[in-house]
C-alpha cells in the first residue's frame, strides 16, 4: 500500500493541477468522505462543497468545487468537476454578497428568480466562503 495518493482535479475552465497527498476529503453528493492510501476503488457523484488536499498534518490546499464526479482508483483519485475554484482565487467579499441575494431569495420568492436558484446560489457561496477560510466542513 502506498503512503501517499495521487490527486487530479480539472473542470472544462481549469487547467488541471495534481498533489502527492497523505488524504483528500471530497464533498460527495451522498455525502462528504476521506480518501486515504487504499481506499476501495468508487465513483461518487459530487456537490457544491470544500474539497481539502492533505498533503501533510499541516499544511492543506482548499477548492470550491461545484458537481461532478470523483474517481478513485488504488491510489489515485481524479476529480472531475463542473467547476473548480481555488481558494486563492476566490474574492470572499463577491462569495459574501452573493450569499447575501441568495438569502434574500429564499426569504422573498421571486427576489432572486425562483427559489432553486436561490438555494443553489447559496450553497455555492457557502462553499466558496469556507474554502476561503480554510473551513473544512
Known amino acids: 500500500m502506498a503512503e501517499r495518493i495521487s ?6 475552465a481549469f487547467r488541471p493541477v495534481t498533489h502527492e ?7 460527495g453528493e451522498a ?4 480518501v486515504m492510501p487504499g481506499h476501495t476503488p468508487v465513483l461518487a457523484s459530487l ?7 492533505r498533503e501533510s498534518e499541516s499544511e492543506s490546499t482548499f477548492y470550491a468545487v461545484h458537481g461532478g464526479f470523483a474517481e478513485v482508483r ?6 472531475l468537476a463542473e467547476e473548480v475554484e ?6 470572499r467579499r463577491a462569495a459574501e454578497a452573493e450569499l447575501e441575494r441568495a ?4 426569504k ?17 457561496s457557502r462553499a466558496r466562503i469556507q474554502a476561503v477560510d480554510g473551513q473544512e466542513f
Not at 7 to 12: L, Y
Not at 47 to 53: D, K, R
Not at 74 to 79: F, S
Open 7 to 12: 490527486i487530479e482535479i480539472c473542470s472544462p
Open 21 to 27: 497527498a497523505e488524504s483528500v476529503i471530497v464533498p
Open 31 to 34: 455525502g462528504v468522505f476521506t
Open 47 to 53: 456537490t457544491s462543497g470544500v474539497l481539502v488536499v
Open 74 to 79: 488504488e491510489d489515485t483519485v481524479r476529480i
Open 86 to 91: 481555488p481558494a486563492e482565487s476566490i474574492d
Open 103 to 106: 438569502i434574500e431569495g429564499l
Open 108 to 124: 422573498k420568492p421571486g427576489a432572486y428568480g425562483d427559489m432553486a436558484a436561490a438555494e443553489r446560489a447559496a450553497v455555492r
